[in-house]
């Protein structure tokens, strides 16, 4: 029937804006990609070109990632032309409640869709995609298998413990120790255990509430200093680390971010700091593999592939290998006679 057709191919009005996204996972953790209907970002720098958006477009994040098309613990990927010569795309990474510096399971999702869409058209088993992103190049590789992206390896920026055997007074919780490392971003990172705690779906409420009262008392303490951009100084989550369920594995973290995120997935900025802290400690050698867990089952793998000296810090160029799935796609449309357009945040 006629009006069954024109509802499979709808058509927004000319002044609504429109967005082509499409949709993915990786680990669990979500992943909207925007694909067109962006106007330009200028910049000479992924950081300016972030800084740009910040300024102008905003209001374009809040309708992207809060509901109604979005919720609390949307994750959103917005892409660039690249600002290097040898670069295959820039990326911008976007949250609900503002922008990350660096994201391991958006980079392993977005390569998925970049790869399997044929946003880059690129032959052979290993594809190789070079992304510049506001911490510097991050490159990809999608392994295929039947045509299709089955997993992503990711060669992050070098990754460093910033703080080492720190303790903290946590309001209602008590003194708890910590670290710090950078893996892209910064993390406070603690043992689960101390406060007793356990990373299951169960804990869910616990893990949010243990995790922010951390990064709040850790970020009233301790001032933080990139040697990126001043933009990324700031405390990005704290990471909870326990057993892992399967006792093949290394271990199981929860991240908790933004302003009350919880991660699905193992956190691929995450691990790459705990990569960090982990060799510091020679707990972890260069070259050698383990699994780390997420909240809800899901994994990454991890390794260190070389030590490099990063401005002041020895630092560890990690790399991070996992899966994801395109889950959906289509057109956002913001009707500009919708007092919601620009989005809501209920949590």
């Known amino acids: 029937m006629q009006g069954q057709e024109n509802a499979r191919n709808p058509k927004p009005p000319n002044a609504w804006l429109p967005f082509s996204i499409i949709d993915a996972h990786a680990a669990g953790e979500p992943l909207r990609v925007v694909v067109r209907g962006l106007p330009e970002i200028p910049g000479e720098t992924i950081t300016e070109k ?206 908790i971010f933004g302003d009350g995120e919880l991660d699905r997935s193992p956190t691929g900025a995450g691990v790459s700091a705990r990569a960090a802290l982990h060799h510091s400690r020679n707990e972890l050698a260069v070259g050698e593999i383990v699994t780390i867990e997420s909240v809800i089952g899901t994994s990454f793998d991890l390794r260190i592939r070389e030590k490099v000296a990063f401005a002041d810090h020895d630092a560890i160029v990690p790399e991070v290998t996992g899966n994801a799935s395109i889950v959906g796609h289509g057109e956002l449309c913001f009707d500009p006679t919708d007092p919601l357009r620009h989005g809501f945040l209920l949590r």
């Open 50 to 255: 972030l800084r740009y958006f910040r300024g102008h477009f905003d209001h374009l994040r809040g309708g992207l990632t809060w509901e109604p098309p979005g919720h609390a613990d949307m994750y959103c990927a917005v892409l660039t032309p690249p600002v290097t010569s040898d670069g295959d795309l820039g990326v911008l990474f976007l949250q609900t409640r503002g922008y990350s510096s660096m994201c391991g399971h958006a980079i392993i999702a977005l390569t998925k869709v970049v790869l399997d869409t044929g946003i880059v058209d690129r032959e052979g088993d290993d594809p190789v995609l070079k992304l510049d992103t506001p911490v510097g190049r991050v490159v990809a590789v999608g392994h295929r298998a039947r045509g299709r992206v089955a997993t992503v390896s990711f060669t992050n920026v070098p990754s460093f413990v910033y703080l080492a055997g720190a303790e903290v007074a946590v309001p209602g919780i008590g003194p708890v120790a910590y670290d710090i490392a950078f893996g892209g971003a910064y993390y406070a990172i603690c043992d689960a255990t101390q406060l007793d705690l356990e990373i299951t779906r169960a804990e869910y409420p616990r893990l949010i509430e243990t995790g922010m009262a951390i990064k709040r008392a850790i970020a009233a303490e301790v001032t933080i200093e990139s040697p990126c951009a001043a933009d990324f100084g700031f405390l990005h989550g704290t990471i909870l680390v326990g057993p892992p369920a399967n006792q093949y594995h290394h271990s199981r973290n929860v991240c």
